[in-house]
Nanobody
Framework: QVHLVESGGDSVQAGGSVRLSCTAP??????????MAWFRQIPGNTRAWVAT???????DYADSVKGRFTISRDDAKNTLYLQMSSLKPEDTAMYYC?????????????????WGQGTQVTVSS
């Protein structure tokens, strides 16, 4: 099992920015260029796809975050990022990183086997 650790969650005002990180020592490397993803979940709801980055660094975003969030990876630092800008109260959620051990991505949680523990982002109006 891959050990993923998220960090960077914060409480911010609407319009603010937060950068999330997800580390996976020994897994996110130049040699293992696997698909990485961010999902988010609010209590009582299904975990929802936010963004993905393939092994070839192609990115994709949910419509609700497109133009405001940026997913990126730094293989040298074994780290996945999610830069979140122009935050809205509806972005409030627990954010999770996930991976599937292939290079291409799918925008649904059923395709992902390995998950982090989550990091909370709260946006107040």
């Amino acid at each position: 099992q891959v050990h993923l650790v998220e960090s960077g969650g914060d409480s911010v005002q609407a319009g603010g920015s937060v950068r999330l990180s997800c580390t996976a020592p020994g897994y996110i490397t130049a040699g293992n260029r696997f698909c990485m993803a961010w999902f988010r979940q609010i209590p009582g709801n299904t975990r929802a796809w936010v963004a993905t980055i393939t092994g070839d660094s192609f990115t994709d975003y949910a419509d609700s975050v497109k133009g405001r969030f940026t997913i990126s990876r730094d293989d040298a630092k074994n780290t996945l990022y999610l830069q979140m800008s122009s935050l809205k109260p509806e972005d409030t959620a627990m954010y999770y990183c996930a991976t599937r051990r292939v290079r291409w991505c799918e925008p649904h949680l059923n395709f992902y086997l390995d998950w982090g523990q989550g990091t909370q982002v709260t946006v107040s109006s």
